[in-house]
């Protein structure tokens, strides 16, 4: 029951719904804006080291006088399928083992192209070599854990010599904000905690710094305690 004493809620000022609503806006438009500025600036980058290598009969800017941004785009990828068709075909891989044979040759450039092949393989090629899952494990020491990406079982020379008693895990640990660079660290199976959220939902969590987390089946929010703090 309210007594005339009491406080009352002071409603808040025209500044304050200003600047909420200024905030809310900018939660709406800086994903969209940010996005769409990521793809003009990759087609314009495109364009820019594509174009060039285009005869200019076939370049839609001598016709009309405009330059379409997108259009190097569109000739890197018919000309990637095209490659990719041709290297399908058994004149396309004779060619390639035959690239290779002379590039394997050469040393400075065989470790190169060497390097950012297996690269490319990993990350383009459409294979079943993938994170399978999302973990926890207690990284840089006991009590502090981390989230990782298990990615396959330690075989061969790395198992033997790891004086394991079991199974060894590989877990790939990612850095934020920037999940490409991280740690690939080995750990016994049973020091790895499986999580239930894909990897997706770990890699927005891992990019966020810990702000996105993955939605609750049981709907309940994280609770974070109070740092207690030094006097």
Not at 119 to 143: D, H, M, W
Not at 178 to 198: C, H, I, K, Q, R
Request: neutral net charge; aromatic residues 12%; charged residues 20%.
């Amino acid at each position: 029951m309210n007594t005339p004493f009491d406080d009352k809620p002071r409603r808040p000022g025209i500044f304050a719904s200003l600047r909420a609503s200024f905030l809310t806006g900018l939660v709406v438009i800086a994903p969209v804006g940010l996005t769409i500025w990521l793809i003009w600036t990759l087609f314009g980058w495109v364009d820019g080291f594509v174009l060039p290598l285009v005869p200019q009969r076939f370049n839609p800017e001598e016709y009309i006088g405009i330059n379409l941004r997108g259009v190097g785009v569109i000739f890197f990828l018919v000309f990637t399928i095209l490659v990719g068709w041709v290297a399908k075909g058994l004149i396309g891989r004779s060619m390639i083992r035959f690239a290779e044979t002379l590039v394997d040759r050469t040393p400075v450039v065989r470790s190169i192209y060497s390097g950012i092949k297996q690269i490319a393989e990993t990350v383009f090629a459409q294979t079943e070599s993938n994170f399978e899952k999302a973990c926890l494990v207690q990284y840089p020491r006991k009590g502090i854990w981390a989230i990782g990406f298990i990615s396959t079982q330690a075989k061969g020379e790395i198992l033997a010599r790891s004086e394991v008693m079991g199974e060894l895990v590989s877990v790939f640990v990612p850095t934020t904000p920037n999940p490409t660079s991280g740690f690939l660290l080995y750990f016994p199976a049973e020091d790895v905690v499986e999580l239930e959220m894909s990897i997706e939902d770990a890699a927005k969590l891992v990019i966020s710094a810990g702000l996105v987390y993955p939605p609750d089946r049981t709907g309940e929010k994280p609770k974070v305690e109070p740092v207690r703090r030094a006097s």
